[in-house]
């Protein structure tokens, strides 16, 4: 499981902005939505006809294939960085 996302954020003609965010504190702040989500996935593989044990063990292989992953967005003069570790 990914534990820490660094992210970085660069405007032309200022400074860039980093920021590091730990993946468990986010977690645990998030945790009131994440049952809700879950049902929410529960009850779409019911609607599609989905094996929700597959469905749950497929996500699960997707968070923890992401350390390691860098994201790269430029635009113009604006570049948005996203490093996973």
Sequence with gaps: MPQL??????????????LWVPVLL???VLSPILLPALL????????????VRRTI???W????????SRFDF??????FLVIIR
Excluded: K, N, W
């Design 26 to 28: 986010l977690v645990i």
């Design 74 to 79: 430029e635009h113009g003069r604006h570049a």
């Design 40 to 51: 929410g996935g529960v009850i779409a593989c019911q609607i599609y006809d989905m094996s």
């Design 61 to 68: 292989r997707v968070i923890a294939a992401l350390p390691g």
């Design 57 to 59: 063990a497929g996500v």
């Design 5 to 18: 996302v660094t992210i970085r954020f660069t405007r032309p003609g200022h400074r860039p902005v980093r």
